[in-house]
T-cell receptor
Framework: SQQGEEDPQALSIQEGENATMNCSYK?????LQWYRQNSGRGLVHLIL?????REKHSGRLRVTLDTSKKSSSLLITASRAADTASYFC????????????FGGGTRVLVKP | DAGITQSPRHKVTETGTPVTLRCHQT?????MYWYRQDPGHGLRLIHY???????DKGEVSDGYSVSRSKTEDFLLTLESATSSQTSVYFC????????????FGSGTRLTVV
């Protein structure tokens, strides 16, 4: 079962526009992470937000977390063609083994 | 994907044969994981390891076994491959500080015919 459900499943935007994707989850968490996956490659960690944080920035990335709604959003500002990828949220429920549960992902296409 | 190497990158095997996928890390991370990625299902955890010879099951462990005889190596074995195990398999490692996220390998695309 997937802890995180992402919305939308796919997103197409023009270069320079912002891309926003959302993640909802079901149980309480220790932290929530976002990953990027380029076609045919492994996932790359982008950013981690802890349960006691509400917003975090890293370069052109902005992540928000609302634990009362069990949801998070990832905003990519001023998108570039190189941002074309699938983006996954993953939740750490604090269980033994540091296990992450991944959502189904959002496919983002940035058109030049 | 620096630090995690998976082999082979691609494999085609026949139903009923055993298959072993290899994951090697150079980061000295304590935790290692095997996930499978299928359309419509995202990534699902198969097995994970929290130290040498210490392993546990994930959510889709049936038909799979793992071994970790050294910190750097984590093997995934399909005892008797089935067509439902056709998938892309990813290995990941984590240092355990709950701060830096996972490091993933590039994946193994396995086709069971």
């Amino acid at each position: 079962s997937q802890q995180g459900e992402e919305d939308p499943q796919a997103l197409s935007i023009q270069e320079g526009e912002n891309a926003t994707m959302n993640c909802s989850y079901k149980t309480s968490i220790n932290n929530l992470q976002w990953y990027r996956q380029n076609s045919g490659r492994g996932l790359v960690h982008l950013i981690l937000i802890r349960s006691n944080e509400r917003e975090k920035h890293s370069g052109r990335l902005r992540v928000t977390l609302d634990t009362s709604k069990k949801s998070s959003s990832l905003l990519i500002t001023a998108s570039r063609a190189a941002d074309t990828a699938s983006y996954f949220c993953a939740t750490d429920a604090g269980a033994a083994g540091n296990k992450l549960t991944f959502g189904g992902g959002t496919r983002v296409l940035v058109k030049p | 994907d620096a630090g995690i190497t998976q082999s082979p990158r691609h494999k085609v095997t026949e139903t009923g044969t055993p298959v072993t996928l290899r994951c090697h890390q150079t980061e000295n991370h304590r935790y290692m994981y095997w996930y499978r990625q299928d359309p419509g299902h995202g990534l699902r955890l198969i097995h994970y390891s929290y130290g040498v010879k210490d392993t546990d099951k994930g959510e889709v462990s049936d038909g799979y076994s793992v071994s970790r005889s050294k910190t750097e190596d984590f093997l995934l074995t399909l005892e008797s491959a089935t067509s439902s195990q056709t998938s892309v398999y990813f290995c990941a490692a984590d240092g355990g500080d709950r701060g830096g996220g996972y490091t993933f390998g590039s994946g193994t695309r396995l086709t069971v015919v």
